[in-house]
């Protein structure tokens, strides 16, 4: 059954002899992971920061006490691939922050999705290096660092917890984290909720490229968590990578949208199927995305337009009179 779900969830391409496969040594820093800083004074010029090395991280751009957002691209991906291209600019337009994106696309190159897998551990430790130095060499608060990994790069943001040194990390947020190779693994070898202060998980794709079960303190289910609305009839990509993609799409919506997603809590996503959430939790919402409640818990369900923009506002009556 593993075997069959994984053959639908991997890229459809053709078989390729290759040499180009790599899978590192955990030993950080390493050549194939990059570190990018973008702000509003330097959104189309990213400035490199180079782990121990003094002069990248004084002379950076840095914006003094504002957060820190770190985004984990997935399979295939580099700095300017998902969810860097979706979530990034809505950070612009609504924030000056610190933007970092991993970059660690030799690591992550088609058709080496075994290697990849098996590399989110040397991303996320890295990543967690460079977190480390900042904290305790240049006095950065730890809880301003906020991370966000999409498919691979969500199961990367988890790894990215285990090994930070300096303390707990705050914030992780998982866009539709993978599910080849990780179906069956153990807590400590995927994302999930000990990995972080609050870790808050979106699932798009379940039992497709993403997750079903539940990894985070607060797990939301778009539209039930595994098919969009409007990818049936996408020219461009598959039902899966479609559904797949509207992960850092509605993420960042999230980010910048007067109405919000609003999920209906639910006990399990059974429950949801058959119809019982509505009838037994109509009241109890939850705002999905940047602005999530640091004390949610549980899971929650939204819906979603076909288009954009994908976000609703609030279902019940009573979320409406708060909003």
Known sequence: MFLILLVFCLPLRPALITNSCIEPPLECPNINITFWLYTKANDRQPFQILVNDSKSIETAPWVVNAPIKILIHGYTGYKDFSPNTEIRPAYMECCNYNIISVDYNPLAREPCYIEASHNTKLVGKCTAQLIDELVTKYHFPLKLFH????????????????????????????????????????????????????????????????????????????????????????????????????????????????EGFYGTKCHSWIAYIIGWCELHHPDEEELFGEYVSREARGQYFFNTNAEPPYARGPNSRTSKKNH
């Open 147 to 258: 991370v966000i990994g999409f498919s691979l790069g969500g199961q990367a943001a988890g790894f990215v917890g285990q090994n930070v040194r300096s303390g707990k990390l705050y914030r992780i947020s998982g866009l539709d984290p993978a599910l080849p190779l990780f179906v069956t693994k153990h807590l400590d070898e995927k994302l999930d909720k000990t990995d972080a202060i609050f870790v808050d998980v979106l699932h798009t794709n379940a039992l497709g490229r993403g997750k079903l079960e539940d990894s985070g303190h607060v797990d939301f289910y778009a539209n039930g968590g595994s098919i969009q609305p409007g990818c049936r009839s996408s020219r461009q990509k598959t039902l899966s990578s479609c559904s797949h993609a509207r992960a850092p799409i509605y993420y960042a919506e999230s980010i910048t949208s007067k």
